[in-house]
């Protein structure tokens, strides 16, 4: 088996998707500079694995529901949309969420998509505190925690 970077590995998956669309994919970015407050988080999906004519407006309501974190309290973190751009055959969904406390120890989701294709596969990729970290949800999957 090869190991590839997650960079190049998740560059692959969305070529491979892009071109035939064989699997059902999505990532996100989180990313919280040492000291921060706030983390923004780039949620990645496929525009044509949405219901056909649903906006891109209620496409990012969406995203933001089915990508949760929650502190280590197990509160969940609110997400506030930024912004929501088309880019190729992607929706790019832009979010921020307050960390007052930081990541290390908080969980996440990301279930987007998973209630509709059983075959899902979505990346998490997250920079904090120094640290980088990669979580993969499958449609089955409930939160995981962040070191």
Avoid: C
Avoid at 80 to 88: L, N, P, Q
Avoid at 113 to 127: G, K, M, T, W, Y
Avoid at 132 to 139: C, E, G, I, K, N
Wanted: overall charge positive.
């Amino acid at each position: 088996m090869v190991n590839l970077p997650l960079g190049l590995t998740i560059r692959l998956l969305v070529a491979l998707a892009a071109a035939r669309h064989p699997i059902h994919v999505s990532s996100a970015v989180i990313t919280a500079r040492p000291g921060a407050t706030e983390a923004v988080i780039i949620l990645r999906a496929f525009a044509d694995d949405f219901p056909p004519g649903t906006h891109r407006a209620a496409i990012a309501r969406y995203l933001a529901a089915r990508f949760t974190i929650t502190d280590r309290s197990g509160r969940r973190i609110a997400l506030r949309v930024d912004s929501a751009r088309m880019e190729g055959p992607s929706v790019v969904t832009a979010l921020t969420a307050a960390i007052p406390a930081g990541l290390a120890g908080a969980r996440v989701w990301h279930g987007v998509l998973a209630e509709r294709f059983s075959d899902q596969v979505n990346i998490v990729r997250a920079h904090y505190a120094g640290r980088v970290a990669s979580l993969l949800f499958t449609a089955s999957d409930s939160a995981k925690p962040l070191p």
